[in-house]
């Protein structure tokens, strides 16, 4: 944690929703999907968050306020959801390819929202543009 930089105001997805989704990894083990279908009833959550805006990790920040709380929805929950869902679809080697990849490139760094949609799409484009489509705008 910390290793690798990113903007805390209009990025905070990146590192809040990787430490929330590798918490439920190391409790989950292998069972990850279970965890992913029960905590968030699958799809149903994140139709929640799209009725209100649409691709919601794009600039977090300032489509949330304190007194609806979507800002923690949006930068730790909807965006572990999207680690779970890239987690799932490329299976835990690729995945695990897939961060040793951001390690590797962005150590003692900064990372941008198209540094890690670069890096996704490396590892399998048709796929990750599937997932990443809904989180993002562009």
Request: proline residues 1%; contains cysteine.
């Amino acid at each position: 944690y910390g290793i690798i930089g990113n903007n805390q105001v209009t990025d905070a997805w990146f590192d809040e929703g990787a430490a929330t989704f590798f918490e439920r990894l190391y409790f989950a083990g292998d069972n990850i999907s279970k965890v992913f279908s029960d905590s968030y009833d699958s799809h149903s959550y994140i139709d929640e968050l799209l009725l209100y805006s649409g691709p919601v990790l794009e600039s977090s920040y300032a489509k949330s306020d304190t007194k609806s709380r979507l800002y923690y929805r949006y930068a730790y929950d909807y965006a572990s959801v999207m680690y779970t869902e890239i987690y799932m679809a490329l299976g835990r080697n690729r995945f695990t390819e897939l961060m040793h990849d951001f390690y590797n490139d962005f150590k003692f760094g900064i990372v941008t929202k198209s540094d890690f949609i670069n890096t996704c799409y490396r590892i399998d484009k048709e796929n990750m543009e599937k997932i990443l489509s809904r989180y993002f705008d562009n």
